[in-house]
């Protein structure tokens, strides 16, 4: 705490505004959920009784239960979904950080 300095307001900054990349923040979301659909459909297989799947799987259409086809449609759909919602976080940033920024 020795070091420590206190500004009254921050040091100017000839930074551009903050830029997230659209295509890799879709990208990431959309990995993100896939994994998270296949950890819960994998807890649903393993452990049934706990029901801890019943809550994440109902925002997917289709899926009737633990075969492969809705194993694909889950997949196809947490893509989808999970590229769609991060290239729209990322546009929508990068949006208002250019006029607030």
Do not use: K
């Amino acid at each position: 705490m020795a070091n420590a300095t206190l500004r009254s307001q921050p040091a100017a900054s000839s930074a551009t505004p903050t830029h997230i990349s659209v295509p890799v923040l879709g990208a990431t979301l959309a990995v993100f959920v896939t994994v998270s659909l296949l950890l819960c459909m994998l807890l649903g297989f393993a452990a049934p009784e706990w029901g801890l799947h019943r809550p994440w799987l109902q925002f997917y259409l289709g899926l009737t239960g633990f075969d492969l086809r809705s194993l694909a449609l889950g997949i196809l759909q947490s893509v989808i979904f999970g590229g769609y919602a991060g290239a729209l976080i990322a546009a929508i940033f990068n949006v208002i950080s250019r006029r607030l920024g």
